[in-house]
C-alpha cells in the first residue's frame, strides 16, 4: 500500500527582495558641527543621547559624541594656516595612508580630495575600527578631516557610508568656514 499526501498552499508566497539601505542623507543637527545626527544614527545604529565635547580650536581640533569609551563618534579636523604648516597636514595623511593601506583601504573618489576610508579590526584602533581621512582645498587652504566610528549599524556599507559622511563633513565645513571645498 502506498500513501502519497499532497497539499496546495491557499495563496502563493512571493519573496521579496531585501529593502536597499536608507541613503546617507545631509540635516540638521548636526554632531560635532560637521555630521548630520541623524545620518549618525543610521550608519551607527547609536539610540542614546549624543551630548558632544570639544577640544581644540577652529585650525587644529577633536570633537566626540557621547563622551563614553570607546566614542561612537570622534571628528578630527586640521587646518593649514599659522602654526600649521601644509607639510604637517601631508605628514598626518601620509602616515594614515600607510597604515589603511596595508589594512586594505580603500581610496576616496577624487571629488572628496586626497583619503581613505579603511576598517581596521584587530589593531591599536580597535576600539574605533570604521576609520575615513580626506585632504581638501578649501579657497586655496589644505584642510584635514578624520571621522572615527566605533561601529556601524548591521546590513550597512560601512566604506560606502564613511565616504557619504565625508562628502557631507565637508559640505558642511565649507559653509562653516565660508570656503567652498575643492577650490
Known amino acids: 500500500m502506498l500513501l502519497v499526501a499532497a497539499c496546495t ?15 546617507v542623507m545631509d540635516s540638521a543637527p548636526y554632531i560635532c558641527k560637521l555630521i548630520p545626527e541623524q545620518a549618525f544614527r543610521l550608519v551607527s545604529g547609536v539610540t542614546g543621547p549624543l551630548a558632544e565635547k570639544t577640544d581644540g580650536s577652529q585650525n587644529d581640533g577633536d570633537c566626540w559624541a557621547p563622551d563614553t569609551t570607546p566614542r561612537p563618534l570622534e571628528v578630527r579636523w586640521m587646518q593649514e594656516g599659522d602654526g600649521m604648516p601644509r607639510e604637517q597636514l601631508d605628514f ?14 580603500v581610496t576616496l573618489p577624487t571629488d572628496l580630495g586626497d583619503g581613505l576610508a579603511a576598517y581596521l579590526p584587530n589593531s591599536p584602533f580597535a576600539d574605533q575600527p570604521y576609520r575615513v581621512v580626506a585632504k581638501f582645498r578649501c579657497d586655496g587652504k589644505e ?8 561601529r556601524i549599524a548591521k546590513g550597512r556599507d560601512a566604506i560606502k557610508d564613511m565616504t557619504e559622511l565625508m562628502r557631507i563633513a565637508q559640505k558642511r565645513y565649507g559653509e562653516l568656514y565660508d570656503c567652498t571645498p575643492g577650490t
Do not use: C, K
Open 9 to 23: 498552499p491557499e495563496n502563493d508566497t512571493v519573496s521579496s527582495p531585501a529593502l536597499a539601505p536608507q541613503p
Open 92 to 105: 598626518v595623511l601620509e602616515d594614515r595612508r600607510q597604515v589603511y593601506s596595508r589594512r586594505g583601504g
Open 143 to 150: 584642510q584635514l578631516v578624520t571621522i572615527y566610528l566605533a
